[in-house]
């Protein structure tokens, strides 16, 4: 029913997106400007966010994103600003949308093993949004107007759940003939980008070789119902291919790249699978590394850091405390765990203690966004409102569409009395967790308060002005 109801939901971006149509003429040559793009992309994200479950947390946000940012430092000037954003949801797929939107499935991420793998798929990605190949592909199908963009980018997003084949049907029947499968010249281009490019940033293309081998035995042993991104992103054996020739062409010149510490990288996987995986199975493969005599002192001590994190889910906060100190004992370089540990100190009734753990953090590292907002959870939980609100509004700053902060912000002003102030940040809330209708209330409601300030009044009437935006389209 859960399954069902999510491509229920999903039809609503589809009933967006298809009438966006009126953006691009019927007999324009090109399917859609880079402005069009832009505009598109903000409607997209929010009806996105509307049809998705994504793991949109402080951590997860921030680990992604500043990844994105490293790879986009070498990739020249670019027509977008991209966002990173991570679903909820195990399917082996990833797709990029409109100006920059860049997606990962949790089922994706959960079959790689170093941060070079994630990052060789968004290095393609980014490469395919860098030469329009998506625009491309819609000009050489014939595929005409935003309309069909939102149904072929429903088709492509779903997988191979039982919404695609209707979707992309429904386009097939408006009189479109093409799919979004990306040509094999088109996925050269993507490979050869993202090899000179992790090239650029010091890191090892064989993330990228290693990356292939795994969607080649993913589409061998799954032929029968292949992942979306094996169909819009074709010809794995031809891929790796020519990823190894480039890498046996390098052979003897080029200097090889240092190790990564790999921290960073099983962290947020193992923080993404806590949250999204079956925890049984999740844990019987943490605790089969961790039995493992040939596994590295590294993959045990993370593979107990992931335990700590299940053990949390399922509220067993000694255990997770437990395995946590653990692994703070065998990686002290690494403050972020303080911060996981005070996690579970706040969700096990301890917010005094875990304040006392984030103070030490947060001296040495104010950017630590995951930190901030635990923080402020922490101070609340103590009744000290107005201290936490000053991390708060430092979140906004940023992660600005970030839902949760608002909720936060919004109980605050409502239990000051501040009415209006309470109804404009639960419109944020509602606005960048993709609810327009409960979004458009409360910034009316903000609107008409008398005691709201005449700058945020501006400000809900021009998030108001969005909202509509994305209603009309």
Known sequence: MKRYLERFIALVVIVTLSTLGSLVPVQRSAAFTIGEEREVG???????????????????????????????????????????????????????????LIFFYAGLISMMNSEDELLSVMAHEIGHISKRHLASRMEKGKIVGIASIGMALAALAFGSGTAAPTLMMGSLAAGQSASLHFSRQDEEEADLL??????????NPEGQEQMLQTMRRVARYRSERLPQYLL????????????????????????????????????????????????ASFRTHLTSVITNPR????????AKYGLSQVDRMENNFDSSLSLINEVIAALPQHPELLVDKAVIELAAGQAGQAQRTLEGVLNRDRTNMHAVFTMAKAL??????????????????????????????????????????????????????GKMELARKSFNDAIRDGSTPPDLKKECKDLLETVKRVEES
């Open 42 to 100: 903000e409607k997209l994200l929010f009806t996105v966010r509307s049809a998705f479950k994504l793991v949109d947390d402080p951590d997860v946000t921030q680990y992604i994103n500043d990844l994105g940012r490293q790879a986009l430092k070498v990739t020249g000037i670019q027509y977008f600003d991209y966002r990173f954003f991570v679903i909820n949801d195990n399917e082996f797929n990833a797709f990029a949308a409109p100006s920059g």
């Open 194 to 203: 993202a090899y000179g490019w992790m090239q650029k940033m010091g890191r």
């Open 232 to 279: 819009t992103h074709p010809d794995s054996e031809a891929r790796l291919s020519y990823v190894q020739s480039l890498l046996e062409n390098e052979q003897g010149g080029a200097t090889a790249a240092p190790p990564v510490d790999e921290f960073e990288f099983f962290r947020f996987k193992y923080r993404v699978m806590s949250q999204t995986a079956d925890q």
């Open 295 to 302: 596994s590295t002192a590294f993959a045990v001590n993370m």
């Open 380 to 433: 609340l939980q103590q009744g000290k409102q107005r201290e936490a609100e000053k991390y708060l509004k430092e979140l906004v700053v940023e992660q600005p569409e970030y839902p949760q902060v608002y909720f936060e912000l919004g109980q605050i002003a409502a239990n000051q009395g501040q009415n209006g102030i309470a109804a404009a940040y639960l419109g944020k809330h509602y606005l960048y967790g």
